[in-house]
């Protein structure tokens, strides 16, 4: 696919940092405008970022949130009749929410048909504490009803602090796993409502109407785990950063500078794959998480991402400008002690590509 200019290869530029991450990358023979990674590892660990995920990943793609038209609120507007729906309808699904915990506050839906909660990565809901079987306990969903079903765990699966192997569950209930504590909430109750307002606030950027950096540490430490001990499943990462933002900010205004972030948030929402996690995780920079996604083909992808931009006419405060993003991106191998690991590789070939021209990928 052409590129719509012509810049100089990447391969040259130097990290910002000297680590013991990097080395100098070889050149891409598919376009001018990238270099191959290549990693290697520190003799040392990097320390491990502790951010607590507010809650599991589940999959869905990403939205962006937008300024809907209100309709005529004046007095004089005629009063309208509300339709009747049913309590289900009008708040929302089942749901489970941490009440006490080292994960306090976490919503997790209720809208499978089942979900697993136990110590192990592979369950729906992953509690890390060592008085937590590997795979706990199970909710099921029979129609309308949920089931609560203990799988053999050590320490038992208590309900409003009875041991229980197997019951039904009623709105307002008090699941204990291990140390945390979980309050269903059942369908019809707007309690429903009110937590999933509390857990987008927490995981959105208010401005974008992306995941907020907290989230996407989150999600980060959620497919890591997934991929501990096991071959064959790729995960790359890519951070995008806006060429030259602070000369929008210092001619048309912080104001400018939002328009132009909201914008850039919608070619980039048009350009992901369902599977892919946009994130924008401070200032004028973004990230792109993809799952099951080789290198290559996460850089194809990122190359005709970052000609959209190039190409797209923002209008910014009555003007017309086009924009271009830098991009570094990193495949997460197995010796990489964490989410701080993966982030500052993927951040040193950012610099890189912003070192040798932008608007470009290393």
Known sequence: MPTATTSPSCASASPRATGPWMRPPKSSARSGRSCTPRIELADEAAPRAR?????????????????????????????????????????????????????????????????????DSSCDFQISERNVSRTHCRITRHSEAFWLEDLGSTNRTMLNGNAVEQAPLS????????????????????????????????????????????QLIGVLEHEIRKRRGRIGQPLALALLDIDHFKQINDELGHLGGDSALRQLTAVLSDHVRPRNILARIGGEEFALLMPE????????????????????????EGQRRRLTISIGVVAWVPEMQGTSDFLRAADEFLYRAKRTGRNRIC
């Not at 507010?54 to 939205?63: H, L, M, N, S």
């Not at 309590?87 to 089942?114: E, F, K, M, W, Y």
């Not at 307002?172 to 707007?190: A, E, M, W, Y």
């Open 51 to 119: 951010v607590q995920c507010p809650i599991a990943f589940d999959g869905c793609p990403i939205r962006c949130m937008t300024r809907k038209t209100l309709p005529d609120m004046s007095t004089d507007a005629d009063t309208l009749l509300s339709q009747d729906a049913s309590p289900s309808a009008a708040h929302g699904n089942a749901c489970l929410v941490v009440i006490r915990g080292a994960r306090l506050g976490t919503r997790v839906p209720l809208d499978n048909a089942q979900i697993t909660i136990g110590r």
């Open 171 to 214: 709105d307002g209930d008090q699941v204990r796993v291990g140390s945390t504590v979980l309050k269903f909430i059942g369908p019809g109750n707007i309690e429903a409502d009110y937590h999933l307002e509390l857990h987008e606030n927490a995981v959105r950027d208010a401005l974008t109407g992306l995941y907020n950096r907290r």
């Open 293 to 316: 996604t080789e290198l290559e083909d996460a850089r194809q992808h990122l190359d005709r991402i970052r000609e959209a931009v190039a190409d797209y006419s923002f209008e910014i």
